[in-house]
């Protein structure tokens, strides 16, 4: 069965929303919890050195938008309008997706402005997880490579700490290309804006971040007085995608 969905202008969460890909977690009236906690994908190192997932109230579903081509073009326009306000559409040569989230959204950026060339990161592991570390992994160019002073805007689709980023602003520059800018559907960082600064420089330096959502979404450690009695309880979806249902029904508090 087809599926037809609204846009809503430029409320983006509720047109993500409408592809059944936005999860709030639900309260009553005194804040209490009607619904679970999500795992994020990004992991601290807590007792015993064992790695543990940062959890909170609402999760961005990206990949409910991607099988909706004209949900995803629609938000590529937009972002690119974003990128000419902020950066310049003179001011790069190339997108390049990161893995995997910036896939389709770089390459519907790319059909829509024709102008630029479209490659992809790729992760390669490079050690398994263990209790007490986790998975080991290396953005590499495999299927794709960079050109000598080549200008890239990396495209995610949710940017938080900015740990894959960082790492793709690596292997960029160690391939002899530039990073002109950042582009992600939504920036949910509590702490970058408009500009990422890259630290390991000499000195250190600004890349812009262009985003069609900003909107800080607070994460906490499992320990957290805020969260620990619901995690106590098992009130948590570790992985959300796996689990999108019972959050969708959750919703319908």
């Not at 997932?53 to 961005?60: C, K, L, N, R, S």
């Not at 102008?115 to 570390?133: G, R």
């Amino acid at each position: 069965m087809r599926k037809e969905v609204n846009i809503e202008g430029n409320r983006h969460l509720e047109t993500l929303a409408n592809c059944d890909g936005y999860y709030e977690c639900p309260k009553n009236a005194n804040g209490q919890r009607l619904g679970p906690l999500v795992g994020y994908a990004g992991k601290y190192q807590g007792l015993n050195s064992v790695y543990l997932q940062w959890v909170g109230d609402i999760y961005a579903n990206f990949s409910k938008a991607e099988i909706h081509p004209r949900v995803l073009r629609f938000f590529a326009t937009c972002l690119i309008g974003r990128i000419n306000q902020s950066i310049g559409l003179d001011q790069f040569d190339a997108f390049c997706g990161a893995p995997i989230g910036g896939y389709s959204l770089a390459d519907l950026m790319g059909a829509v402005f024709d102008d630029v060339q479209v490659i992809k990161a790729e992760k390669k592991v490079v050690a398994l997880a263990s209790p007490t570390s986790r998975e080991k992994s290396e953005l590499i160019f495999a299927r794709h490579g960079v050109e000598k002073s080549q200008r890239f805007v990396i495209v995610e689709d949710v940017c938080n700490n900015f740990s894959t980023t960082a790492d793709l602003i690596k292997l960029i520059m160690a391939s002899g290309g530039v990073v002109a800018g950042i582009a992600c559907f939504l920036n949910r960082s509590l702490t970058v804006d408009d500009w990422y600064t890259v630290v390991d420089g000499a000195p250190p330096w600004n890349i812009p971040v262009v985003s069609l959502v900003r909107k800080p979404i607070n994460e906490w450690r499992q320990d957290d007085p805020a969260v620990k009695e619901d995690i106590a309880k098992g009130n948590v979806v570790w992985k959300p995608k796996d689990e999108w249902g019972r959050l969708k029904k959750a919703m319908q508090v």
